[in-house]
């Protein structure tokens, strides 16, 4: 079946540093793949997407490729803020099958001043 | 204008008691569902529905039964709670049962005392 795997967290990083957080899947077909952030307290927010190979989501100075050879979706950001601080989800969403979103662990992410 | 509600935000009840969580979105989309949010922030979906047809429904006890009045409305009964049962609970809906962004309430946190 679906599945996404993304990096065990808590990451913990300061203003301003580099952040990579990996995410790989496996799946059947050609997935729709997502970063979804969820702030202290509140639901998850769509933060970028991509719907098919070498496709670049962005939003936000976040960014992510679909790479269909590494079946991955690693989300990268080149500037942490301190309200950057989250729970961050990869998620997959197959097509022709039962279109579910299939979500990986969650990484949480502390930014420190 | 919120755009995925869900009442109540926090509810606190005994094991054995049957509670409600309702949904509802201004979204205008055709699916909507249920999603278990553990305390280590594992997503699991539990429900879809499409236009008020049932869709998806995963491994849930038959205890927890959703509703769909309406293609606005999602609601879901949980009958002779648990203490597993203790979890955050969010509703979202998409467009359609296609690929597409899913959009989450801000989640109900149900304690089972």
């Known amino acids: 079946g679906n599945s996404v795997t993304q990096m065990e967290g808590p990451v913990t990083l300061s203003e301003e540093a580099f952040l990579t957080i990996n995410c790989t899947y496996t799946?059947?077909?050609?997935?729709?793949l997502f970063w979804y952030v969820q702030y202290p307290g509140e639901g998850l927010q769509l933060l970028l997407k991509a719907t098919k190979a070498d496709d670049k989501g962005s939003n936000k100075g976040f960014e992510a490729t679909y790479r269909k050879e590494t079946t991955s979706f690693h989300l990268e950001k080149g500037s942490v803020q301190v309200s950057d601080s989250a729970v961050y989800f990869c998620?997959?969403?197959?097509?022709?099958?039962?279109?579910?979103?299939?979500f990986g662990k969650g990484t949480k992410l502390t930014v420190n001043p | 204008d919120t755009a995925v509600s869900q009442t109540p935000k926090y509810l606190v009840t005994q094991m054995g008691n049957d509670k409600s969580i309702k949904c509802e979105q201004n979204?205008?989309?055709?699916?909507m569902y249920w999603y278990k949010q553990d305390s280590k922030k594992f997503l699991k979906i539990m429900f879809s529905?499409?236009?008020?047809?049932?869709?998806i429904n995963e491994t849930v006890p038959n205890r927890f039964s959703p509703k769909s009045p309406d293609k606005a409305h999602l609601n879901l009964h949980i009958n002779s709670l648990e203490l597993g049962d203790s979890a955050v609970y969010f509703c979202?809906?998409?467009?359609?049962?296609?690929?597409?962004?899913?959009?989450f309430g801000p989640g109900t946190r149900l304690t089972v005392t």
């Open positions: 998620a997959l969403s197959s097509q022709g099958g039962s279109e579910k979103l299939v």
């Open positions: 979202a809906s998409s467009p359609g049962t296609g690929a597409y962004e899913q959009y």
């Open positions: 979204l205008g989309h055709d699916t």
């Open positions: 799946a059947t077909g050609y997935p729709s």
């Open positions: 529905y499409n236009n008020k047809e049932l869709i």
